[in-house]
């Protein structure tokens, strides 16, 4: 990386809509996730809201590694047996 570039923060914020996004801290335009409850549910977990999107959040990235490490696991399985899938 050269001393021009700089690191991007991942952020989950709140939006004036009630949107939660998740979003490089800088390209605030470009969110790469957006959580959108509705209002029964804003209703309903109020100053939860940013607290339950932090979970879900942690949730998807937490079983897409999951995904990742069965995925390595079977190629090397059907790499010492020479089956595929």
């Known amino acids: 990386m050269s001393d021009t ?10 939006l004036e809509n009630g949107d ?8 605030p335009d470009q969110p790469l996730l957006t959580i ?18 932090n979970a879900m959040v942690e949730a998807g990235i937490n079983r897409y590694r999951d995904v990742q490490i069965e995925r390595i696991k079977e190629g090397r399985e059907a790499a010492q047996t020479g089956m595929l899938h």
Request: proline share 0%.
């Open 36 to 53: 959108n409850f509705s209002e029964q549910v804003r209703s309903f977990l109020q100053a939860d809201q940013m607290s339950v999107a």
């Open 20 to 27: 939660i996004v998740l979003r490089n801290s800088d390209a």
């Open 5 to 14: 570039e700089t690191d991007s923060i991942i952020e989950l914020v709140q």
